[in-house]
């Protein structure tokens, strides 16, 4: 549903992301998908989320507005705070403090090191640049299928963190054929999601999976019942609109493995950095801070 990007790669948390990503990315070509661009927007609830979904689409694929920011990762084994850096060429991170607290000299050294290597191995840079387009493409695949994977009811007025928001539910659309493993996910999740009527975008949204979602008739994974995703998005400065925070409790299989994921996420000190950024003056801002 929104940027987020996504940084899971493993399979079966991809499906779980993906399917928020399209929520996140968001809710979002539901307008374009669902009427032809020549028809106007009804006037009615209805139409809120239509437009605010179509700018979650454009949000998701404009490029220019690249950042860097704070992300910081809680799991129960660790915490981790990396510094961000967009670029043309993907994303650059360097991390910062693990469990709250600032690296030693020693981890301080390795992850200057890290970069060293980043920077004089292209092709290190490429392979990552792939993944990241890989993942992308497939989230922006979910995002194309919300508009008829679901069923959106107005919900009344709520109140958000800069003023009234209107609130919608969702639920699975009983006529929607998913074409795909990523998108079967999407049979078994209802929620809300609340957007400001002002700017027209998503501010928060909540999924939870409603059954089991099985993979390849349970052979290649399942996903729990009772997983629950829940994303918030807020403006960073300038009107660009970017995820803040991410939480996700899920659990399930792959093959033969069970897997629980259990993360939260906040994003913070956005700032921008110049359009068309190459990765490796991203290296070079991040070395410049750690000294």
């Not at 998908?33 to 179509?54: C, F, I, M, W």
């Not at 689409?57 to 404009?62: I, N, R, T, V």
């Not at 009234?164 to 990523?182: I, M, R, S």
């Amino acid at each position: 549903m929104f940027a987020e990007p996504v940084a899971m790669r493993r399979w079966l948390p991809l499906v779980c992301f993906v399917a928020a990503a399209g929520v996140q990315a968001s809710l979002d070509a539901a307008a374009r998908a669902a009427r032809a661009p020549s028809q106007a927007a009804e006037p009615t609830p209805q139409g809120l989320v239509d437009r605010a979904l179509a700018n979650e689409l454009k949000a998701a694929e404009d490029g220019g507005h690249p950042m860097r920011y704070v992300l910081r990762k809680a799991s129960p084994r660790v915490t981790t705070t990396k510094e961000i850096v967009e670029t043309s060429d993907g994303d650059v991170a360097r991390l910062i403090a693990i469990d709250d607290k600032p690296l030693s000299a020693a981890d301080e050294q390795k992850e200057l090191a890290r970069l060293s290597a980043l920077e004089n191995n292209p092709g290190l840079e490429r392979h990552r640049k792939q993944s990241e387009d890989a993942d992308a493409a497939r989230a922006l695949e979910v995002v194309r299928a919300l508009p008829s994977a679901f069923l959106y009811q107005f919900d009344g007025q709520t109140d958000g963190p800069l003023g009234a928001v209107e609130q919608f539910t969702f639920k699975p659309n009983p006529e929607y054929t998913p074409p795909d493993l990523e998108t079967e996910v999407l049979t078994a999740m209802s929620g809300e999601i609340l957007i400001d009527p002002a700017s027209e975008r998503v501010t928060h949204l909540e999924a939870h999976l409603d059954a089991d979602v099985n993979f390849g008739w349970g052979i290649l994974g399942r996903l729990n019942k009772g997983g629950w995703i829940a994303i918030d998005q807020a403006d960073v400065g300038g009107g660009v609109w970017r995820t803040v925070r991410f939480q996700m409790r899920m659990s399930g299989r792959v093959v033969f493995r069970t897997r629980v994921f259990d993360t939260s996420e906040e994003e913070s000190d956005y700032a921008p950095v110049p359009v068309g950024l190459r990765y490796t003056q991203a290296i070079e801002m991040l070395r410049v801070e750690a000294k």
